[in-house]
């Protein structure tokens, strides 16, 4: 046994006789080609070359930095406070709004958001920054959680280490659940919704370069029923429709046939309908992926709200306001840990326009409620006690 298998080792290798084997190749015909998943490719497909995925960020992430926030611990609330100060003005280029739109933004495309805390002598930080998430890398350390973060530019790279449990950068993660140290990016989840409407839109494009259908055609038929021109007929008639009928300022110019000349309109097809309509399908997945009504995007065909004013409320009590709760949240629980005070931020769903209607209605059922007294009622309203928690009956 051991012999045949030595001799089966020098044996030549068997090849293929068929006469087409050189000649035949593999190909990928017929098969989806999609974009790379990580995060500098889907930012370029998904938020710099597709008008839907940049308007769903930016509305997003406008909307949640101009949501009102509000400073309070268990006795008052604050209207001037260090804290509010530093995220008034968090560094010399950025203001309030900048930074809060940055931070959104980022963790919209990347699913990862990173602020620098920049320390002072004592007490909260003197700067804040929101880094680039394609340039910070988790450093994981002996037991699976993070030991520091890196941050690379340019073959430069620095070392945020985290001493105890406080850090220089606060890491903001969206959920993910396969992954111990980034999170998921609604990008990554529309991802091929993005390729099907970037291809609906190279395919259009394509179509008004190189294979656009016209309007119509004219059909010849001489007398003696052929349908071939004459070399100098079909060079006359090219130069005179050239002349007198094309572009702008001819537009809508009756045409005068001569005999033997018929004019066959034109139109897309159902198959080009159907590809229209993918590409919307395309459009509300990726707004489905950020939470973004269709509606507010002006896509044709989604009817899910009664008007405009519903699909406004619904954006921000689906999206705004919890993003916003989470992301401040997580904040102000890293800001704690430098000062040690315990303080709440959260948005003031008072100033928000949008759920004014819903605010109302709950202000009412907390004032017919005889049975409460008036602290209790502040605080189902979100407000601390009135005088240091003195009750007024």
């Excluded at 015909?29 to 497909?45: E, F, M, T, Y």
């Excluded at 990008?187 to 091929?192: P, R």
């Amino acid at each position: 046994m051991v012999f045949d298998v030595l001799r089966r080792k020098n044996k030549p290798i068997e090849q293929k006789a068929s006469a087409a084997s050189h000649v035949v190749a593999w190909h990928s015909a017929g098969r989806a080609a999609w974009s790379p998943r990580d995060s500098s490719s889907l930012i370029r497909s998904g938020f710099a070359g597709n008008p839907v995925g940049f308007r769903c960020v930016k509305l997003i992430a406008e909307s949640a930095a101009a949501l009102p926030l509000v400073l309070q611990d268990q006795q008052q609330r604050f209207e001037q406070h260090p804290v509010l100060a530093l995220l008034a003005h968090p560094n010399a280029a950025q203001g309030r709004a900048e930074l809060f739109e940055t931070l959104f933004g980022q963790l919209l495309l990347s699913g990862n958001a990173y602020v620098e805390a920049v320390a002072g002598d004592d007490g909260l930080p003197l700067e804040l920054h929101v880094l680039r998430s394609d340039r910070v890398t988790v450093v994981p350390g002996t037991d699976g959680w993070p030991q520091g973060y890196d941050y690379q530019v340019g073959g430069r790279k620095h070392r945020f280490e985290i001493a105890g449990t406080r850090s220089s950068v606060c890491h903001i993660k969206s959920f993910h659940p396969q992954d111990d140290h980034y999170g998921l990016s609604p990008l990554q989840a529309a991802a091929m919704a993005v390729d099907v409407h970037n291809s609906a839109s190279r395919w259009s494009k394509a179509l008004l370069d190189n294979a656009a259908r016209p309007s119509g055609a004219l059909v010849w038929k001489g007398s003696d029923g052929q349908g071939t021109m004459a070399d100098d007929q079909f060079r006359r008639l090219s130069d005179e429709i050239e002349a007198n009928f094309q572009g702008a300022r001819n537009a809508g110019r009756p045409m005068v046939l001569e005999g033997g000349l018929d004019w066959k309109p034109m139109g897309f097809s159902p198959s080009d309908m159907e590809f229209q309509k993918t590409k919307e399908a395309a459009a509300r997945e990726i707004a489905l992926a950020f939470g973004v009504p269709p509606m507010l995007l002006g896509i044709q065909g989604d009817a899910t709200y009664a008007n405009y004013q519903e699909a406004n409320r619904a954006f921000y009590r689906l999206t705004i306001v919890p993003l916003v709760t989470r992301v401040v949240a997580t904040l102000m629980h890293w800001l704690t840990g430098f000062n040690g005070e315990p303080l709440t931020l959260k948005p003031d769903l008072d100033q928000v326009a949008a759920l004014s209607s819903e605010r109302d209605a709950q202000w009412a059922r907390v004032s017919s409620a005889e049975f409460l007294s008036r602290s209790e009622k502040r605080t189902l309203l979100g407000l601390p006690p009135e005088d240091g928690g003195a009750e007024d009956e």
